[in-house]
Nanobody, 125 residues
Framework: QVQLVESGGGLAQPGGSLRLSCAAS????????MSWWARRAPGKGLEWVS?????????YYADSVKGRFTISRDNAKNMVYLQMDSLKPEDTALYYC?????????????????WGQGTQVTVSS
């Protein structure tokens, strides 16, 4: 079955950087788009952050992170990454890696059928 395991979260200062990683298994990784989602507070909804095509040819970002975050993937290693630079306090959230049902990127939660357990990012001085 689909397994996604995130890592790399932690505490960062405003203006700092973090790199999130997601290790995937249980499916043919190179066939599916992947995305990162964020839950900014318990009980709040998930927000789509960034997505990448199955082959890495196209990437997409929410306006709030455009120019600061970079998504990438390594299909040989079944890994997807989120480089987070110029972090802001409002980036504080639990970040989830998610597998799309398709090769393309969508920002609708129903288009995803695999989720990790999340990794916490806290941006504070």
């Amino acid at each position: 079955q689909v397994q996604l395991v995130e890592s790399g979260g932690g505490l960062a200062q405003p203006g700092g950087s973090l790199r999130l990683s997601c290790a995937a298994s249980g499916f043919t990784f190179s066939r599916y788009a992947m995305s990162w989602w964020a839950r900014r507070a318990p009980g709040k909804g998930l927000e789509w952050v960034s997505g990448i095509y199955h082959d890495g040819s196209d990437t997409y970002y929410a306006d709030s992170v455009k120019g600061r975050f970079t998504i990438s993937r390594d299909n040989a290693k079944n890994m997807v990454y989120l480089q987070m630079d110029s972090l802001k306090p409002e980036d504080t959230a639990l970040y989830y890696c998610a597998k799309s049902r398709y090769y393309g990127v969508y920002d609708e939660i129903n288009e995803y059928d695999g989720w990790g357990q999340g990794t916490q990012v806290t941006v504070s001085s």
